[in-house]
């Protein structure tokens, strides 16, 4: 009853004073808001598990060798792994690839993982309607099987439950529906996932492709996991004269560990700004408690208990900390979506970051707490004796000088965040500033670039994609609004190209089995003019240069 009655009075002093009231609140949904935000963000991120079960116990395994440490496996070598292993109680891998959806509206082009069979033994996530592949379908030449994404079951073909035996047109030939997988399920980020159907190759052993992942044994920690792999990796590197061996890393740490920090150092800064917005409204409660003194004191003179007074106090403090609150989940949900579209793929888990009852819960105590502290700080400046010598004096202008000095502190405190948060922000906007002024080695102005993956029974064979990009760069370079053009086969700083080790004829520079890791395109027409690389010695590739020959451009490095 005595709430109630407190509550209503603090709307009433509210209405009586709105401008402090709306400063008040701005303050604290600015604080609540942008902590709320990121703490979403560091949750989905950070905190919250991987959606897997027992994902302690997923780990990655790599393949590493001298210029590389995080190295995909090579066929061959996984089969090692896999049949010669003690710790894992399932490997798999996968590889990405794509392929051109036809027959469901527009030709769309699509991200795909060529996955093998055991691949699900190892994540244990059951598709949402249909089945996995068998081991059967993932043998070199077996059926042409496929299995959806959520995302693309839902944006292409409608959510339609009948999909499932199904044929869609991938690529050109028909591939049967078998499974759709749930929407918690983004591995690689893939719209489908076909078997990998590669045949045991022991000349494909340098052939370095198949990203891996494995599931422990009860029991077996990563470290120990990666002893004993370690110890296999030398059995190997004897075996087959080679100086590669064998990494193990949890899949957490691979997913989350570089951004843990980043995300460490925002989450405190957010806290700094949440500190400035909490002096702020000390501030002006204690200011507005400091003219409200000659009320309270009244009231303490008509028979009002002190901690009826604390209790007014606190419950102002907290409707208004509820209100900042409210204000602040608005606030962080907008802001959450504007910072996962500017982040698009180069956030890890980004699906996972959401509004929760996590965060919610999270956003209830963060506006107990300011709201609690806030409300106490003008409660110890105004003491019961302070407040009857307010009444004798009958003063009702001007603080103490105790209130001057705490308003004063708190105003310092306030500068003092302020700067070291300005002074962070500074030295990042020079580091952007930095980045976006830093030569890339190739032009990026005026320059358009777009994917081609030629499909269908019209590009069956090398030569008709060959005489298909032949006549395109013609009709390109001849294009009004179009000075030059080339095709490359993956662009810079987007993907990875091939790559393998390499001799020079006449007797290397490094040992045996040392040969550094060196990645490598091809391209056609004038790109490299394109882009604006220039020729530092030699020629050009030019006609001369067709089936059958051996030349090739390297850079200076």
């Known amino acids: ?43 989905g991120v950070v905190l919250a598990p991987l959606p897997y079960p027992d994902p302690q116990e997923l780990v990655m395994v790599y393949d590493t060798q001298p210029a590389c440490s995080t190295c995909p496996a090579s066929f061959p070598k996984y089969h090692d792994w896999k049949t010669r292993n003690r710790v894992f109680a399932a490997i798999g891998g996968s590889t990405s690839a794509s392929f051109v959806l036809t027959g469901a509206g527009s030709p769309q082009q699509l991200t795909a993982a060529s996955v093998t069979a055991s691949l699900a033994d190892v994540f244990r996530v059951p598709p949402a309607m249909g089945r996995w592949f068998t081991e059967q379908e993932d043998q070199a030449g077996g059926p042409k099987v496929t299995v959806l994404s959520h995302h693309l079951w839902t944006q292409a073909f409608g959510s339609n439950p009948g999909i499932i035996g199904q044929r869609v047109t991938l690529d050109g030939d028909a591939y049967e529906v078998v499974g759709v997988m749930p929407s918690t399920f983004n591995h690689r980020n893939a719209d489908l996932f076909v078997p990998l159907q590669r045949k045991l190759d022991p000349a494909t052993r340098g052939s370095h492709f198949l990203v891996t992942y494995a599931r422990l044994k009860k029991g077996v920690t990563p470290e120990q996991a990666a002893v004993d792999m370690r110890a296999l990796g030398r059995t190997l590197a004897v075996e087959f004269g080679h100086n590669h061996g064998i990494d193990v890393r949890s899949y957490y740490e691979v997913i989350v560990g570089n951004i843990r920090g980043p995300l460490h150092v925002l989450l405190g800064a957010v ?131 105790g209130g001057r000095q705490f308003g004063n502190g708190l105003v310092v405190a306030e500068i003092a965040l302020a700067f070291a948060l300005l002074v962070g922000a500074g030295l990042l906007m020079k580091n952007l500033v930095l980045l976006l002024h830093r030569d890339a080695g190739i032009r990026t102005d005026h320059i358009i670039a777009f994917d081609l993956s030629p499909a269908g029974p019209r590009y069956q064979s090398p030569e008709q994609i060959r005489a298909l990009y032949h006549e395109l760069y013609a009709r390109l370079s001849s294009a009004g609004g179009v000075q030059q053009a080339g095709f490359i086969s993956h662009l810079p700083m987007y993907r990875f190209g091939w790559n393998g080790e390499f001799s020079i004829e006449g007797g290397n520079p490094w040992g045996p089995n040392d040969a550094p890791l060196v990645e490598y395109r091809w391209y056609y027409g004038n790109y490299l003019g394109t882009l604006g690389i220039p020729l530092l010695r030699g020629r050009l590739l030019d006609s001369r240069d067709g089936d059958g020959t051996q030349t090739v451009l390297i850079n200076q490095a």
Not at 4 to 9: E, L
Not at 366 to 372: A, K
Request: hydrophobic share 55%; with cysteine; aromatic share 6%.
């Open 1 to 43: 009853m005595r709430i109630g009655q407190d509550v209503r009075g603090a709307i009433r002093a509210f209405r009586s004073n709105p401008s402090v009231t709306t400063l008040v609140v701005l303050a604290f949904g600015l604080g609540i808001g942008i902590t709320t935000a990121v703490f979403s963000i560091f949750n």
């Open 271 to 401: 806290f700094l700004v949440l500190l400035i917005a909490c002096a702020n409204v000390a501030n002006l409660l204690l200011a507005s408690g400091l003219s409200r003194r000659r009320e309270l004191a009244i009231r303490l003179t008509l028979g009002a208990r002190q901690r009826d007074i604390a209790r007014q106090l606190t419950i102002e403090a907290l409707v208004l900390a509820a209100a900042g609150g409210a204000v602040g989940l608005l606030l962080a949900h907008w802001t959450v979506r504007i910072f996962l579209e500017l982040a698009d793929n180069a956030l890890p888990r980004a699906s996972a970051v959401e509004l929760d009852g996590r965060v919610v819960a999270f956003a209830a105590l963060l506006s107990l707490v300011v709201g609690l502290v806030c409300g106490l700080w003008p409660l110890l400046r105004l003491r019961a004796r302070e407040l009857t010598e307010a009444v004798r004096a009958a003063d009702t202008r001007t603080a103490s000088g």
